[in-house]
């Protein structure tokens, strides 16, 4: 999620500054938004510093995943496969939507199944295009991280009050940049998609990795520091969500850097701080269209929902693709191969949802869009 907002304080009356602007309550969006995966990611490295197997892992991380998605699979139903599906109830809700954004909503997609279903298929030979779009996938999961972290500066900014200096800009975002950088190395090291370490040797591998990390630690602190500084010399203080959201992203990144497979608690924490954004656009329209049902009643709705569509699609495809395999299977016998891999068809799958969600999200996240400020902030007009 990206919100470029360009923050300017907004006059509000002496009410409405005791009254702090959020998208549900101060509190709720603090905890949403980062506080609550600090607050666990903290405790994890400070309290229980060998929660899973004593900290970095050897590559590859891969073997490890079949495992780690059985102890998540609860958290990735109700949040991760639900910030998707939240995703393409809002782009897809609408002729007008449909139709104002076809690259994202028609050609993308198009072109992404095209390349991922032929992918699935190639796979009963070579797994390398499957690999191509999962590190495609990978990359734009870095600048999505980065992006969503800053909308959640941008927006937190104007909800505030507070301007946004440009030389503040400037900075926080090459810092990201570089955490960008940071996390597509970390992707290339542990995932593998390319079986670099087989040909380089685990040493240099390792070694290249480590001050690879350190030197986009290093400059994204050095530009992170100049830009806070500026921010809080323009405003007098960083606002405590602004704070939050920033040092959220730290935060996952030095838990990824200690504890690798700690990359699904990141996605998790990614998609909670998402999820509010939705669901506030529901009960706004919800509003304007007139409805009478308590706001925990749409809500629910909308929770129910999207929840179930997930769980349709990731456990109801893998589930077609295991029926097809098996009505194959006096043909896999004789020829070897299945003719499906699921595991291939699985990573063709994420691939096209990670990388359709980003650019499904450049479009339907723009601020400078007066129907997207009026769904998100209609609530603090009342």
């Known amino acids: 999620m990206r919100l470029p907002v360009t923050a300017q304080a ?119 295009p499957a690999r191509l779009a999962g590190f495609a996938a990978g990359s734009y999961l870095a600048w999505h991280y980065t992006g969503q972290q800053w909308g959640m500066i941008a927006t937190y900014t104007y909800l505030a009050g507070k301007v946004m200096p440009d030389k503040a800009r400037v900075y926080l975002r090459r810092s990201l940049r570089f955490m960008v950088a940071f996390h597509v190395g970390w992707f290339v090291y542990y995932l593998e998609p390319f079986g670099i370490t087989e040909y380089v040797g685990q ?21 992170g520091f100049i830009g806070t500084k500026a921010y809080i010399k323009e405003n007098g203080t960083m606002p405590g969500r602004v704070a939050v959201a920033w040092g959220a992203i730290w935060t996952w990144y030095i838990f990824m850097f200690i504890h690798p497979i700690g990359i699904f608690w990141v996605q998790l924490s990614h998609s909670l701080q998402y999820l509010i954004f939705p669901a ?51 043909t896999a016998a004789s020829t070897g191969r299945t003719i499906i891999d699921p595991g291939i068809a699985f990573l063709s799958l994420g691939a096209f949802i990670n990388i359709h969600h980003f650019f499904a999200d450049s479009v339907i996240w723009r601020i400078s869009n007066p129907h997207v400020r009026k769904d998100l902030f209609s609530h603090l007009k009342r």
């Not at 006059?11 to 602007?21: D, L, M």
């Not at 490295?45 to 998605?69: K, M, Q, T």
């Not at 040493?203 to 530009?223: C, I, K």
Request: proline share 6%; charged share 10%.
């Open 10 to 128: 907004d006059p509000t009356s002496t009410v409405a500054a005791a009254t702090p602007k959020a998208v549900v309550s101060p509190w709720f969006d603090g905890l949403a938004i980062g506080g609550l995966s600090i607050i666990g990611m903290v405790v994890l490295l400070v309290a229980f510093p060998n929660w899973y197997g004593g900290g970095a892992l050897e590559p590859p991380l891969r073997p490890l995943l079949d495992h780690v998605s059985e102890v998540f699979i609860v958290g990735t139903a109700l949040l991760n496969w639900p910030h998707f599906l939240a995703t393409y109830v809002m782009l897809y809700r609408s002729k007008e939507s449909v139709m104002q954004y076809p690259v994202a909503t028609i050609w993308m997609p198009l072109l992404l199944a095209v390349y991922c279903v032929g992918a699935t298929v190639a796979g009963a030979w070579t797994a390398a």
């Open 203 to 223: 040493a240099r591998m390792h070694a290249a990795y480590l001050a690879f990390s350190a030197a986009m630690g290093v400059a994204a602190a050095v530009l």
């Open 280 to 330: 506030r656009i529901e009960l706004n329209r919800a509003a304007a269209r007139g409805s009478k049902w308590p706001a925990w009643a749409i809500t629910a709705v909308w929770a129910v929902a999207v929840v179930g569509t997930g769980l349709f699609v990731f456990r109801g495809g893998p589930f077609i693709v295991g029926l097809l395999n098996s009505g194959a299977a006096s």
